[in-house]
């Protein structure tokens, strides 16, 4: 099993950076994707930005060039980078993994992903 925790989010102006962070303990072994989304009320869970253990991960459209996601696994900690925030990225952040192949196509549907974290909330002002 797997267990992830986000931190990280809090109240920001507009402009303004916030890192989030997603310690990851448990097997991870086998966890070759992790990613993150984030989720309005109402709305479905939108792929962030993934991350691959080996190879390019995938960002969204809507935060191409402002977010960075990385991950230390000497610490075994994955991070989301957000620069020039906006309030439409105001929402609950979540970390999630998984083992399973993923096509490019996968990487930010919520559904591939079998691990998820309590999220994070991040507002912009």
């Known amino acids: 099993h797997v267990q992830l925790v986000e931190s990280g989010g809090g109240s920001v102006q507009a402009g303004g950076s916030l890192r989030l962070s997603c310690a990851i303990s448990g097997a991870t072994g086998g966890i070759d994707y992790m990613g993150w989304f984030r989720q309005t009320p109402g709305k479905d869970r939108e792929g962030v930005a993934s991350?691959?253990?080996?190879?390019?991960?995938r960002y969204a459209e809507s935060v191409k060039g402002r977010f960075t996601v990385s991950k230390d696994s000497a610490n075994h900690t994955l991070y989301l980078q957000m620069d020039n925030l906006k309030p439409e990225d105001t929402a609950r952040y979540y970390c999630a993994a998984d083992s399973r192949p993923k096509s490019y196509y996968d990487l930010l549907l919520s559904n591939q992903y079998m691990y998820w974290g309590p999220g994070t909330q991040v507002t912009v002002s």
């Open positions: 991350h691959l253990r080996v190879g390019f991960g």
